[in-house]
């Protein structure tokens, strides 16, 4: 969580900045290399220095906490609230030496919808501490965690379901059993309309019976 302290603390070191933004229609605080607007309708009609001398410090500070907290309570912004939070906390620091080549690692859940943008950042501020040249942050490894899965059976007669770790081992699961109850000669229409596809699969055996597969995530 960000608190004033935190913000105040990045102010006076210069991890929260106040600069005139690209569109030129005010000033806005920057954090990293992201900046958002707040303040109002003075920040918009100041400078950066007409701002800083009319806008006591606790203000600003004020100000800007307003703005994060809104941020924090965003499902659109929560990825900028959470990137912002872990600059002030220093998170993305870490002591490497410029001019090597380091491969960064990062663990996302599978169906993770970070935005790039933050992501892309992150991984720059993990490879060169602040006060270094920044280095090539272009290639880098990103490890998607694994999520469970369901894979849902019937013949027509019954419904199992079968909770797997994976959906690489529910795949797994279902191309083994779609084999299994394969007929060693099975009619070639039936073959034909049978399938074994990612997620379900149908097979028809000789017409005497009918196998149905899906997989789905939990």
């Known amino acids: 969580m960000i ?95 410029c001019g090597e080549t380091y491969t960064v690692t990062i663990e996302l859940k599978a169906n993770s919808d970070l935005s790039s943008r933050y992501l892309d950042d992150a991984i720059s501020k993990a490879i060169c501490k602040n006060g270094c040249e920044v280095l090539d ?21 019954g419904i199992v379901t079968q909770r797997l770790a994976s959906f690489d081992a529910a795949k797994a699961e279902m191309e083994k059993e779609y084999a299994n109850n394969t007929p060693e000669e099975n009619d070639e229409s039936w073959s034909e309309m049978s399938y074994c596809n990612d997620t379900n699969a149908m097979l028809y055996a000789n017409g005497d019976n009918v196998f149905v597969w899906e997989i789905i995530k939990l």
């Open 3 to 97: 608190t004033r302290e935190m913000l105040k603390e990045g102010y006076r070191q210069g991890t929260v900045e106040l600069v005139e933004n690209e569109h030129s229609d005010g000033v806005v605080c920057k954090i990293s290399d992201n900046w958002f607007y707040f303040g109002g309708l003075t920040a918009e009609e100041l400078t950066v220095d007409k701002y800083v001398q009319d806008v006591p410090e606790e203000d600003i500070i004020a100000s800007i906490f307003e703005v994060l907290e809104e941020f924090k309570d965003s499902e659109e912004n929560k990825d900028a609230y959470d990137y912002y939070e872990a600059v002030l906390r220093g998170d993305l620091e870490c002591d490497l030496v």
């Open 137 to 157: 942050a272009s290639e880098y490894t990103i490890t998607a965690t694994e999520e469970p899965h369901m894979l849902i059976y019937t013949d027509g007669y």
